[in-house]
């Protein structure tokens, strides 16, 4: 299939002054293709090209106000329920055709960016919601094409709300699409005509189109408007690019109507942009294929990917990233209850009295919405259990009690992350036999099917010191003591696969607010409060509840609230970012080669660091050969993630700041483009510990996992801290509540469940502030340490140790991660660390300090005469698996 997208006029616009690639371009003119109505089987299209782009304006930020349209204002009766400004706000009105064969695909070479994507069947269930006339139907889907080619990419969390604001007889355009590309969209007149879309948009003095970007984490929403150029979407979009972002950029959207089926036939469209940096080698070759693409023949493949491939034709551009558009409404009954609160105090209250049921229709999707007073159940009797968090923790917890048969309850605020389309992000971690081994115990194939399908081996660290060498440090005395790398998400799907099949029930979109109550003079049970898809709902719990929700838990909030515990919340002053590594030509990729002395170390199986003191970038395997890297470094500053910002300047800057510290890692990365946009494009997370007095409530509630303390992630053991306290939740349920294993009703009585919950925070607490301390003591040995040349040759004395002591001495780090069950626990292993680290010290004093190639001559007999003396050796017992 040949589409011919139909262009616009060019644009001719200045370069900013200075800019690499300044000067002035004029693209080649085609010619004017007619735009067709609503005639049968006549291609209608949109396109639009800017040339190396060149219009340069400030963008203007202002708040959106808001804005609550179609309230009648006499009470019951809601017409209409449209809350404009609230696009970031995260409901669960997923409606995912995973069958779909709408496709977003992005290529990126040199310095431009190609986005095209295939969204037929989102933008015909989008006009067929709406009973658009078919130039109507057009317009829509031009709009969602631009929207969707605008979102992707953008930083997780960010919402899109494009609002074309023409004097024609459709009325407002407006569609949004997330950075997940989940997309809506709407016209003020569905039925509107016209023999073409600018007639139908209709250009006045007054007509705008309006961006509005927001993010759950900005203080307020950002917003760029320009003045309607032509009405041709693609054509204004492209020309909003060049004012308000300084983005140069080119447009074609193809929105194609089969007037004989009465429907959408082929909506596609392409974005193409230049990143700072581009010449007019560059701009020349893609002008040639941007004006060559009504004759692009199609491979018979995917057509986002052939029409990228086409757009990237000798410019070596690579494939970075697909994503599938889906629709999604964002209606709930919580917003129809926001716009009811505007109808004024005596109105709310007057329905609230008379008990009326609130009726209304959204506008976006046209679903019915209905408001009643207040939705309460109760859930739980003896025998069953409420997990709060979906997450590792509480996904494993649900697995655990689950066999032991209890009922399983289990909310979580988000939707099912099972059936969210993977975008190739997500955090890879480093799982220790520590928290395997609670997995382990839990017997069946669970642990078997982890390792086996989800890890790659991790031996010990490879650092890339900045003079180029690398070393290799490991972790364990030989190849027998490892870590494993796991991708989180993949990890937190297993588990809650694991959760469903073994019968737990599954509440998703349920958010647990703070204003739950665990206070009443029960001894199991509280009142629940979330917030849910359709509005409040409120869980009189009749049973005990362990909350795993996280770093940011309510349930801690809640009981903080109720003077119930106490906890504080020390965020670092640095933050992080995911950079992904595509798999290196060479599968032993960038490893220590042991050419210092030390030993090599293939790099599949290394947690590679480069150490640069004030910052830091690591990264580990993935399956498919790949890496996932995090990158640290200060939040606010002068070299900072706040100074690495998306605009000219910050992306010089960053790429300044990579080539001076990160040379070697740049071409591991792709190449310095690569590294710089995905440092200044992905969002940055927040690190810090969580510190909680009581994590148990009598028999009422019981915080486990990060939920009372999450800790930096500098010692890789967060979540193998939060299988550990779930192996012993196990093992204490077992003794207060269950026999052989299985829950006994009789004994599930609120005062077995209170002190089965006591004991687990007795045994546990001092271990989880002792693994608090130890994470952000790492984090300053990894960032500095791990480069210092004395730290290195006492981290192979250390192993020396190790190998020539097995029963005599642990490192500190192998305690932490190997030295489970009957063998040390994480406070023995703060306590130990400090005797040995002094061991070690002892040594290098007496030998007067060594180089690497001398460690082999530390006095040996001196060497065990200290550990004897210093060491508890019952402590150092081999890890049982
Ligand atoms: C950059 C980074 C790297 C890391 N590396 C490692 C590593 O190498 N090794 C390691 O062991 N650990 C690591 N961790 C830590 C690890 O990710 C966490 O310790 C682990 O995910 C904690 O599990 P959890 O289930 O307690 O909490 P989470 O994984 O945060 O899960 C909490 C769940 O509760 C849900 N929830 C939250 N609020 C609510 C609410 N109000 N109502 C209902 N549900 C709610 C959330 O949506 C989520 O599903 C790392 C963390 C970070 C940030």
Redesign the pocket.
Known sequence: MALTFHRQPLFQATVAPGAKGSGRHRLPRPALGADGGPSVGVPLMGAAVLGAGFCRSQARTARTSKQSKGLNGRGSQVQMFVVNNEISETTSDVHVDSDSADQLVRYMGGNVVVRAVCATELVRKVIGMHKCSPMAGIALGRALLATILLANGRDEGESLQLRIQGDGPIGSIITEASSALTVRGMVGNPAADAPSVPELVGVGSASTLRLTRTHPYWKRPYTGTIGLKCGEIAEDVVQYLGMSEQTPASMGLSVEWDSEAGCIKQAEGWLVTLLPGWDEAEVSVVETNINTFDRMESSGSSRPHDICKHMMRELRGEYQAEQKPTFRCKCSKSRLATAVMMLGKTEVLKILRDKETIEAQCDWCGSPLSLTPEEEVTVGDKGHIII???????SLCAVVLLKKGFKVHL????QDIRSIPSTGRS?N???TSR?LRAIKALGGSLYDDIVQNLTTKVMGRIIHMPDGKVLFQRYGKDNTEHNYSVS?IELNKFLLNAAADAGAELHFD???VESSDFKDHRDVGAELHFRTKNGDLRVNAACPVIA???????ARYALGRSGLTEFSEDLLTRG?KEVLFPKPENPEGFGAKGEDGGEPCDGRFGLHIWPRGDHMLMALANRDGSFTG?FYMDNEGEESFASFSDTPEGRAKCSDFCQKHYSEAIPLVGGLDSLVNQIVQNPT?L?GTVRTSKWAVKGKVLLI???CH?MV?FF?????C?FEDTLWLSRLVDEFCCDEGQANLEKCTGDNFAKCFAAVEAARKPSADAICDMALENFVEMRDKTGDAKFQVMKKIENRLENVFPSKFRSRYAMVCYGGEGNVSYANAKELGVVQWQILEKLWDIAGGVSHEQVDTIDMQEAEKLIDLLLNASQCATPTF
Request: aromatic share 8%; net charge neutral; glycine share 26%.
């Open positions: 709060l968090g979906a997450g590792l923790v509480g909310y979580e605020r988000y955090i971690l480093s799982v928290g989180r349920h958010a647990l795993c929700d996280g770093a940011g838990s309510r992080y995090t997370g690190l996992g990060d939920s999450a992630p890789g053991q967060g979540c193998n939060g």
